[in-house]
């Protein structure tokens, strides 16, 4: 138990560190500043982190610049790529190109002229439309029982588990580590009846991210002032108050992918807004289990900002 409660402890650690990173993507970091945040000493922390991440600290934060700066790329084409460059932090824009090709083996202006030459294509590419047939867009287009709509919703209070990897491989630990998060939360008091909500975080773009490195937070919703036992599994944090597109879904479980392809290629593309910095999640309004017709109410979350024109 005591080794359990060990291991969770060096996981919740270097989560907190994640999430301080995906947060502040455009900043620089120090060892010590990260060290901190962790609670290790700094002349051993970089270790730690590879230990739990299998990536070490350095490749972790250039990755998560590079993949943010891919999504400006696409998205914020008022920024020009020099600006993009000292945006996220590097030293000039031939670092930043040279840093991005080893990544994404094509250069930052091919990469957006690319983008822009295929835009609607770029848009169906989202994280959740991973391989959608034609048969289950028609299927969802003929059956939609559901609206979106534009809102300004406050910041939401998770406790959370993470799951790193390929979301073919999520869909079969989904079950337990959803088995494991109530557990956790019953046992410290944090289900709120007819309150609380399971939500899917997904906070890596798999055009940007390889699946191995993918990260998805399965979280509840919790009270702003709650806490949780320092030796449990959970971790805590905020889903940032801000504008979303917000969808509201009745579905079959298989349609999931059909609904975010139908969020970025029939409206986000019609909508003058664009997807911004933050993270997109679900929301589960039922359990499907208890349903008559075994379908899903569910909510969708893109945070989103208006689009920028740039005639370039």
Known sequence: MEHYASKNEYI????????????????SFTLEELSNIAGFSKYHFHRIFKAITHESLLQY?????????????SHRLDMSITDIAYYMGFSDSAVFSRSFKHLFTVSPNEYRKNYRKNCKDQYNISRYNLGVSDMEKKEFKQNIEGSVEIVEIDKIKVAYLRFTGAYNKLAVEFPKLLER???????????????????????????????????TSLCITIPNDAKV????????????????????????????????????????????????????????????????????????????????FNSK
């Open 12 to 27: 919740r650690r270097i989560n907190k560190v994640q999430d301080y990173i995906e947060r502040n993507a455009s900043q």
């Open 61 to 73: 934060v250039n990755r998560s610049k590079l993949e943010r700066s891919a999504h400006l790329l």
């Open 181 to 215: 998060l109530f557990k956790s939360a019953h046992e410290q008091n944090l289900i709120e009846v007819n309150k609380t909500k399971v939500l899917s975080i997904y906070h890596d773009h798999p055009e940007f991210t390889s699946l191995d490195y993918s990260k």
């Open 229 to 308: 036992d320092e030796s449990s599994d959970l971790c805590l944090m905020e889903i940032p108050a801000g504008k979303y597109i917000v969808g509201h879904f009745y579905i079959q479980q298989h349609l999931y992918s059909a609904i975010w392809d139908y969020i970025y290629e029939e409206w986000l593309t019609n909508s003058g807004y664009a997807p911004s910095d933050g993270s997109p999640f679900e929301m589960y309004m039922n359990d499907y289990r208890t349903d008559a017709n075994n379908m899903h109410l569910v909510d969708i979350y893109l945070p989103v900002q208006p689009l920028s």
